[in-house]
Each structure stands twice: as structure tokens, then as C-alpha cells.
């Protein structure tokens, strides 16, 4: 090799793989000096022995990758590439050289997860539209590498069978209609709250300093995002429900939960300028988290999953809390929405009924009091 006999090399190397076939050492060699004689499908072959060895060797699929760009398959070596990604040590503990190696596989990657989402969309064409259209646009992304798939991780009760999706699909809510509709009532009740009632917000989260706050510290206790409750753990203020008469009339048409010391739930949720709830999951995936907005600055957004939606005044959405979230307020304006728990829909009566009941029984034999998160 140092003399640039690199067809004799390979012979050696070879001779020497076939003897310690478990050399990763050897055959990556023998690779090298294939490529130097452009024999790059030996090369290949050479890299084959090398994968045999080590399965996840990251110079190997690297190299691989590489052979394939050079061997005119542009797309089967972006995919090869975004194998080789996914071992590759972090950026600070690679060699320089290596660190260009790298930057050029995620460029041809991305192209190539690029003109994959680009072919794959122009083949569905018109059908990218509806309910259908928005899960296939969703299934496109996820197979082009551009949205990343999030499962549900409920903190506490988990039923199974329930559909993983992170906003519904309005179809299934015939009740939204009927609460846009009410939206400048219920925007007007809540302007008189923020001007002559603003005693009865007080911190969303507010957890005892006991307890590991993890991502809520900077939250904890603080009026930076504060909520309005109608129904708090199951129980009606009857303060708030008195000043806000529309707005209790709108929530009491909407399927709620109904469970002692958890359900119902509902508040004005009001977010202050330059803050950002940090992501987290809720608690259960038997119920579904509704947000009406009602005072929305430029600057706010809201995500779900790989989903990211801006706040429209008037436009609901129902999405499922236990896939990991997040909102943000980067204006200088509060930002205000009413928020609710419904019933999953995918449960029928009876299992409501029955969560409602085991949720109940659960907490009557824990001693549990009222104050945990809605169901």
C-alpha cells in the first residue's frame, strides 16, 4: 500500500480476509485499495466482508455509500448514506476529513429524501386532498425521512387499541361547528376577565416544590402562563362559570369525561409574551385536548408531533396530548385559547362508562385526592 501497489495489496488483503474473515481492519483495506485500481465493484464486494464482520461499522457503510454515488446509483447511494448517518459518531469526535465526508452524505440525503417526497406526491397528484390526502401526505413524509414518527406516551393510563394520530380529523366532531360558531361570545367573556377579573387566573402549572419539575421548572408556579378554570379536576367554579355564562353553555354541549377529582376539564389557557410551553405529554389517551383560540399575535404556533400548526381565532382543532408537544408565544401580546377535554371518539359508550369506573375505583383504593390531571 505504501508503494502504491495497490493491486498487490489487494491480492494480499484479500488472502489475508479469507484467512481472519472477522477482521473488519482487513477488508476495509482490501476496499481502499480496490477503489485506488477502480475496481469499484470489488470494492463492494470487499465492503460486503467488511458488513459481515461489523454490521453497524460506520466507515463501511460510509464507504459504501460512496462506491454506489461513484457507480452512477444517485439514489440508491442517498439511500445508503442515510444508513451510514445513523451510526456516525458525534460531529465533535470525528477527524476533520471525516467531518467533510459526513457533510457531503447529508447533502446527497437530503436531496435524495427531497426528489423521493417530490416523485412520491407528483404519483398521488389531486388525491392528496381530504382526510385520505392528509394522511397520505403524512405517509409520504414519514417514507422521504422528512417527518419523524411519534407514538403515544401517556403519563399515567394507557387503553389499548386507540389510533395514534396527533390532530384528528375535525370530520369525527360534529360539535365543533356549533363552538366556532359562539366564539365572539366566548371571546367577549373573556376580554371582561382579563379586564376586570384577572384575580381568578393562576399558574397552569403548579406543581408542589417537592416533586422533580424536570422541564416545568422554569414554569412552576409562574404567571407566565396562567389558566381560568370552569372545570378544574372535576369540580365547577362557580365563580368563573358565573362570569363567563356563554362561554359555560358552549362547554356544556361538548362530550366531556366525567370522573371524580379528574374530569371535566376546561379553562381559558392565557400565555405570556416571549414564552414557550416546553414539550410534554398528557396524561391519558382516552381523552383528547380541544383548543378554541381566541386572541392570537403574529408569533404563536403550536405542535404536535411532527405536525406544526399556527393559532387561527374562531378555527378549533382536537388533538391527542399524549404524543409530545409544544406551543410558543414569540410576540408581545398574550396569547389566549379555551381548552377542553372530550371523549376519544374510537371509545364507545360502554368503554366510557368503564374507564370511568376503573379510573374511579383506582383512585378510591389509592386513597388518591382530587388535584391529578383530567382524564
Not at 489475508?16 to 476495509?28: I, V, Y
Not at 382536537?318 to 371509545?347: G, K, M, Q
Request: charged fraction near 25%; include cysteine.
Amino acid at each position: 500500500m505504501a508503494a502504491k501497489d495497490f493491486r498487490r495489496a489487494a491480492e494480499l488483503l484479500g488472502r489475508a480476509a479469507a484467512l481472519e474473515p472477522s477482521r473488519l481492519d482487513l477488508w476495509l483495506a482490501r476496499a481502499a485499495a480496490l477503489r485506488a485500481i477502480s475496481d469499484l465493484e470489488g470494492a463492494l464486494e470487499a465492503l460486503h466482508g467488511a458488513l459481515v464482520a461489523q454490521p453497524r461499522s460506520f466507515p463501511a457503510l460510509l464507504m459504501k455509500a460512496s462506491l454506489m454515488e461513484r457507480l452512477g446509483a444517485p439514489h440508491g447511494a442517498g439511500a445508503a448514506y442515510g444508513v451510514a448517518l445513523t451510526q456516525a459518531p458525534p460531529d465533535d469526535q470525528m477527524p476533520a476529513q471525516m467531518r467533510a465526508a459526513v457533510a457531503h452524505a447529508r447533502e446527497v440525503h437530503a436531496r435524495y429524501q427531497a426528489e423521493m417526497a417530490r416523485a412520491l406526491g407528483d404519483s398521488l397528484g389531486p388525491e392528496l386532498s381530504g382526510v385520505t390526502g392528509r394522511r397520505l401526505s403524512a405517509f409520504v413524509d414519514r417514507l422521504a425521512g422528512r417527518r419523524r414518527v411519534f407514538h403515544q406516551e401517556p403519563v399515567e393510563f394507557h387503553y389499548p387499541g386507540l389510533p395514534e394520530l396527533e390532530f384528528h380529523d375535525r370530520e369525527r366532531f360534529d360539535f365543533l361547528e356549533a363552538l366556532e360558531a359562539a366564539t365572539a361570545e366566548i371571546r367577549a367573556e373573556l376580554l371582561g376577565v382579563l379586564k376586570e377579573h384577572r384575580d381568578g387566573l393562576e399558574p397552569y402549572v403548579d406543581y408542589p416544590p417537592h416533586l422533580p419539575l424536570d422541564q416545568w421548572a422554569e414554569l412552576n408556579g409562574s404567571p407566565a402562563w396562567s389558566a381560568y378554570h370552569f372545570w378544574k379536576y372535576g369540580e365547577r367554579v362557580e365563580a368563573h362559570s358565573q362570569c363567563c355564562p356563554r362561554t359555560m353553555a358552549a362547554i356544556g354541549e361538548l362530550p366531556q369525561p366525567r370522573v371524580p377529582g379528574r374530569s371535566p376539564a376546561a379553562m381559558f389557557s392565557v400565555l405570556s409574551p416571549r414564552t414557550r410551553i416546553p414539550p410534554h405529554t398528557g396524561i391519558a389517551n382516552t381523552r383528547l385536548v380541544l383548543h378554541l383560540p381566541l386572541i392570537v399575535p403574529e408569533g404563536c404556533g403550536f405542535r404536535v408531533g411532527s405536525e406544526t400548526r399556527p393559532w387561527k381565532v374562531g378555527e378549533a382543532w382536537v388533538f391527542d396530548d399524549t404524543v409530545e408537544h409544544e406551543a410558543w408565544n414569540d410576540s408581545d401580546e398574550v396569547r389566549t385559547v379555551l381548552i377542553c377535554d372530550v371523549w376519544n371518539p374510537y371509545l364507545n359508550a360502554e368503554e366510557r362508562a368503564l374507564i370511568a369506573k376503573v379510573v374511579a375505583a383506582m383512585d378510591a383504593f389509592s386513597g388518591a385526592r382530587p388535584g391529578g390531571d383530567g382524564l
